[in-house]
C-alpha cells in the first residue's frame, strides 16, 4: 500500500490518505484516520451492515491473531482469505498481534516466542507457526512478531532484551515472507513494529536497524508504551508518551503511514495527532460501551462564541454513565443533536433500562452511538489539522469534566451457567432436612 502525505502543518500534524491496494483500488483511508478493532474478524456488537449505514466509506479492520487463531483449521479448509471466511473481503485487513481490548496475562517472554491471549488462556506463538497462520489468513497487511511486552517503570535491561528479540523476530519473519510465494502474490504488506520502551536511545536504535530493509514495508507501528490493558491505557496521559512518540516520529520517513494503537484518551489522541501518529484503533469505543457501560458525549465543537463556549465546556461532561439510576426517568437522548440512531429512536431511560435488565440491545445501541461519535470526532480533528487549529480544539476538549474512573459494580444478579444449579444458602436446607426426619420419624 502506498501512503501520501497531503498536508504537513506547524503544530496540528499532518493530513494524508491511505491507498493503493491491488485487490481493492478504489478503497482509501484519510488520515488523521481510524482502523475498526474487531473480535474474531467483526466489530462487536455492530453488524456488517450496521457498520455500513455508520460508514459508507470502505472499512479498514484490525484483526488479532488472539482471537482468530482457532479459526486456522477451518480456513485452510475452506481455502478462502481470513476476510473471505468472516465475510468481510471488501474491507482491507490488519492482522496484529494482540487485541488491545483484553486484558493481558502476565508471564515471563520466551527468547524465539511471543506469547498472545487466545480465549483459552495464554499460549506462544513462534516465527515458523506464525508465518503459515499469515499464509493461510492471507491478510492485506500483517504485523511481524515482535517483543512489545515494555511499560513506565520497566527495567532497562527488560526494553534492551525488547529491541534485541524485536529485531531478530522481524529478519526471520522478512526472510520468511521474501521466500513465500502466497504473500508475495498475494501482495501483502508489512508493517514495521518500533519498540524500545521509555528509552529515547533504544527507539533511535530500533528505528535505525528498521530503516535499513524500508522498502519492505509499508508503515510503522509505534509498540511498546503499554501492555494493552484497556483500563491502565485509558489513564495514560500525554505527559508520559510524548516525550517518547514525538521524536520516534521525527525519526521515522515522512512518506510511510504511522500506527498507534491502544484505548486511549480523545486528548492524549490529540496530541499523538499534533506529534504526527497518522492511524488509531476504535478499541476505546468498545472499552467505553461494552464494558464501562458508557456513552461518549464530550463535546467537539469549538465554533461557538468564546464565553459561551467556555461556559458550556467547563459545565460538560466527557461521558454518559448509563448504570447511574438518575437517568431511570429521562426520556431525552444520550446527545442533543447527535443524529446516530441510538439518538434519533432511544432514550436515555431505555439504555439505563437495558442495563438493568441486561438486555442484549444495551451494548449494541451504546456501540452504534459511540462509532457515531467518535468518527464525528476524527472528521472534526482532519478539518483542524487542515486548518492548523487544532490547539483550539484540544484546548476546548481539556476544559470539558471527566468522570471518575470506572469501577466495576458488584452484580447481585449474577448470571447461572447452564448445567449449574443455583447455590442455596446451607442452614436452611439443614433445618428442612430435620424437620423432614423428625416428620417421617413421628409418623
Known sequence: MKFTLNTVTKCSGRLGL?????????VALQTPGLIFHTKGGSVPHVSKEVLQQLSSAPQFLQMSISNTIHMQEAVQGCQKTLGQFVVQNDAVSMLVLRDPSEVPVSGVPERDAVPIYTRCGRRTVKVDAYMRLVETFQPDLYVPL????TELGCSKKREQKSVERTETLVQECLEWHRKSEKLSGHHTSLIAPV????????????IEWLRQTEHDFAGYLIEGLHTYDPSLVSRITSETI???????CKALPEERVRLCFGAYDPTVVLELVSAGVDVFDTSYVYLKAAQQHRALIFSFNVSAPEAEEQQESSQHTTELDT???????????????????????????YVHH??????????????????????????????HVAQDTL?????????QRTLPPYVEKEDKKQAIPMGRKEATPPEEPAVDLEEKLAKKQRS
Not at 18 to 26: A, D, K, M, V
Not at 355 to 363: I, W
Not at 392 to 399: G, K, P, Y
Open 195 to 206: 519498540v524500545g520502551g521509555y528509552s529515547e536511545k533504544l527507539r533511535e536504535k530500533a
Open 146 to 149: 515482535y517483543d512489545g511486552d
Open 354 to 383: 437495558l442495563y438493568n435488565t441486561r438486555e442484549m440491545l444495551g451494548p449494541i445501541l451504546l456501540m452504534i452511538h459511540n462509532l457515531h461519535h467518535y468518527m464525528e470526532f476524527f472528521k472534526t480533528i482532519r478539518h
Open 391 to 399: 490547539p483550539q480544539l484540544r484546548e476546548h476538549l481539556s476544559l
Open 18 to 26: 491511505w491507498n493503493g491496494l491491488e485487490r481493492l483500488p478504489n
Open 242 to 248: 510524548l516525550p517518547i512518540v514525538t521524536p520516534v
Open 323 to 349: 448504570t447511574d439510576t438518575r437517568w431511570a426517568e429521562d426520556f431525552s437522548p444520550l446527545l442533543a443533536g447527535c443524529s446516530c440512531y441510538t439518538c434519533q429512536k432511544h432514550s436515555k431511560a
